[in-house]
């Protein structure tokens, strides 16, 4: 867990969704790693209310979702931000089937029409796609575990080498290669990566979300007083997240 926070899959209201039960969850803070037990967010009695943020580094959505996130971490500076890692695909050394590559490039062109988000399509052309997601989400617990902060710093290089170079995170030479950017010892993350600690880890971030009521990325919710609210189920503008934090913390709902 950090503070700063499969094949069939449906494509609604600017979510990806599961189909099917995953087991996972990790959290994240701000300027801290902490491992946490299934009941940890009864541990953190903070007076500042928290963000809880269900992402996976390899969703569509949660790419898009970044700008919108950025302004509420801007808008609300003083709050926490907990990360938890979906867990969208689950292990697969399987090619991606034609049908499914064409309907994922079919979601990136939707979401570069609704939002003007950037996407390199070059992807699909220089790599051999696998739906798998798995490798992607213990690489960035296991960057957390080895240095405080960059596990959002490695959210944001599995994001730009995927959707902007046209590199494909699912393969472990490339997380190797991203973990060497950020300073990190590559043997070290190598071994992280598939070992039993990281890959327990998420499944209890990816349990966890589904407590929270996640079933698609990006989710977001506000955890007040040991209360949690939605804010997000799926993609959101800025305005309309801040307007329900303010409603909530107004008391208003």
């Known amino acids: 867990m950090f503070t700063y926070g499969m094949e069939s899959l449906l494509y609604l209201c600017g979510t990806e969704y599961l189909l099917e039960p995953v087991a996972t969850n990790r959290l994240w803070r701000k300027e801290r790693s902490i491992i946490m037990k299934p009941d940890f967010i009864q541990l953190n009695r903070l007076i500042m209310p928290q963000f809880i943020y269900v992402i996976d580094p390899m969703c569509s959505w949660c790419w898009a979702f970044q700008p919108a996130s950025q302004t509420l971490k801007n808008h609300f500076p003083d709050f926490d931000w907990l990360y938890l890692m979906g867990g969208l695909a689950p292990d697969s050394e399987q090619p991606m089937p034609a049908e499914q590559q064409q309907q994922i490039q079919s979601i990136w062109k939707h979401i570069e029409q609704q939002t003007g988000t950037r ?86 971030e990816i349990n966890y979300s589904h407590k929270l009521g996640a079933q698609g990325f990006p989710s977001l919710f506000m955890k007040r007083n040991n209360t949690i609210y939605p804010l997000a189920y799926g993609f959101s503008s800025a305005d309309k997240m801040i307007s329900r934090v303010e409603e909530y913390l107004a008391g208003t709902e």
Request: glycine content about 4%; hydrophobic content about 35%.
């Open 119 to 204: 996407f390199n399509h070059d992807f699909w052309t220089k790599n051999t796609p696998r739906r798998s997601t798995y490798p992607a989400c213990r690489a960035v617990i296991s960057a957390e575990k080895m240095h405080q902060g960059c596990g959002i710093k490695m959210i944001e290089a599995i994001q730009t080498a995927y959707y902007l170079d046209a590199k494909n995170p699912s393969e472990p030479n490339v997380l190797l290669q991203l973990a060497s950017e950020l300073n990190l010892n590559g043997e070290k993350f190598s071994q992280l990566l598939n070992c039993n600690e990281i890959n327990e880890a998420l499944e209890t």
